[in-house]
């Protein structure tokens, strides 16, 4: 039986749809993988930006700041996705298409790689920027305060911690890309984003590409603010 242009993809669709989609992102140019993928580094970045504003000073409950954090952060993977931006988590779904043989190895790893190139350089650029822009002023330097301690927290983790939790949270960052496999419209996709990434946000996972533009965002500021942003949080770098 036919299936209707209006309902979701069923799947075993969504598979073969998965495996053409890996085959399209392992053949593209080197030089578009790694643009496409600066485009994705600074669509997470964005993400980082805005769920760090939208929390600092909070004095909502802890679970229910999280939780608003993870909303707002998903607006990176909604970019990433509807705006046809290469980004390393997702592309780890590649391996769909290299386990039915569809993508050799080597093409595998040269799309991770230069990706991961583009992610990085996206996120490092965001993060430049905004700390030029002296976002970390805004709310009487909460802003600022709170983007150091979300870096803070995450440089205390250790090895295998750190390991375990970029393991949980890409696993639901593939699924939020899984299900938009089987979306037909734009709402759609933006529908089963949301609830995977504000999962992983809320229960303090660690997203690799989004910690490119968190940890060198709060070194810029502890190297390079002002002292008047000092002086409002009344600490010191060393602090």
Same mark, same amino acid.
């Given at each position: 039986?036919?299936?209707?242009?209006v309902d979701a993809l069923l799947?075993?669709?969504?598979?073969? &749809?998965?495996?053409?989609?890996g085959v399209a992102k392992a053949?593209?140019?080197?030089?578009?993988?790694?643009?496409?993928?600066?485009?994705?580094?600074?669509?997470?970045?964005?993400?980082?930006?805005?769920?760090?504003?939208?929390?600092?000073?909070?004095?909502?409950?802890?679970?229910?700041?999280?939780?608003?954090?993870?909303?707002?952060?998903?607006?990176?993977?909604?970019?990433?996705?509807?705006?046809?931006?290469?980004?390393?988590?997702?592309?780890?779904?590649?391996?769909?298409?290299?386990?039915?043989?569809?993508?050799?190895?080597?093409?595998?790893?040269?799309?991770?790689?230069?990706?991961?190139?583009?992610?990085?350089?996206?996120?490092?650029?965001?993060?430049?920027?905004?700390?030029?822009?002296?976002?970390?002023?805004?709310?009487?330097?909460?802003?600022?305060?709170?983007?150091?301690?979300?870096?803070?927290? &995450?440089?205390?983790? #250790?090895?295998?911690?750190?390991?375990?939790?970029?393991?949980?949270?890409?696993?639901l960052v593939c699924l939020a890309?899984?299900?938009?496999?089987?979306?037909?419209?734009?709402?759609?996709?933006?529908?089963?984003?949301?609830?995977?990434?504000?999962?992983?946000?809320?229960?303090?996972?660690?997203?690799?590409?989004?910690?490119?533009?968190?940890?060198?965002?709060?070194?810029?500021? &502890?190297?390079?603010?002002?002292?008047?942003?000092?002086?409002?949080? #009344?600490?010191?770098?060393?602090?």
């Open positions: 039986m036919p299936t209707s242009p799947p075993a669709e969504m598979a073969e &749809k998965a495996e053409k989609i053949d593209l140019s080197w030089l578009r993988t790694v643009m496409l993928g600066v485009l994705a580094g600074a669509f997470i970045a964005l993400g980082a930006v805005f769920a760090t504003t939208t929390v600092a000073g909070s004095t909502l409950s802890f679970g229910v700041t999280k939780l608003l954090a993870g909303v707002v952060f998903s607006v990176g993977l909604i970019l990433v996705v509807i705006g046809g931006a290469e980004l390393f988590t997702g592309n780890n779904l590649i391996v769909m298409a290299w386990a039915n043989k569809r993508v050799s190895t080597a093409k595998l790893l040269r799309n991770w790689g230069l990706v991961f190139l583009g992610n990085t350089i996206g996120a490092l650029g965001t993060a430049a920027l905004v700390f030029l822009g002296e976002h970390h002023m805004m709310g009487g330097a909460q802003v600022g305060a709170t983007a150091l301690a979300i870096a803070d927290a &995450k440089c205390q983790l #250790g090895f295998v911690q750190a390991v375990s939790l970029g393991v949980l949270c890409n696993t890309v899984w299900m938009t496999f089987s979306a037909r419209s734009a709402v759609d996709k933006v529908a089963v984003i949301v609830p995977p990434i504000a999962a992983f946000v809320a229960a303090g996972f660690e997203h690799s590409i989004a910690n490119l533009f968190f940890v060198p965002s709060a070194l810029l500021i &502890k190297w390079g603010a002002s002292d008047a942003f000092w002086q409002q949080l #009344g600490k010191t770098p060393a602090d």
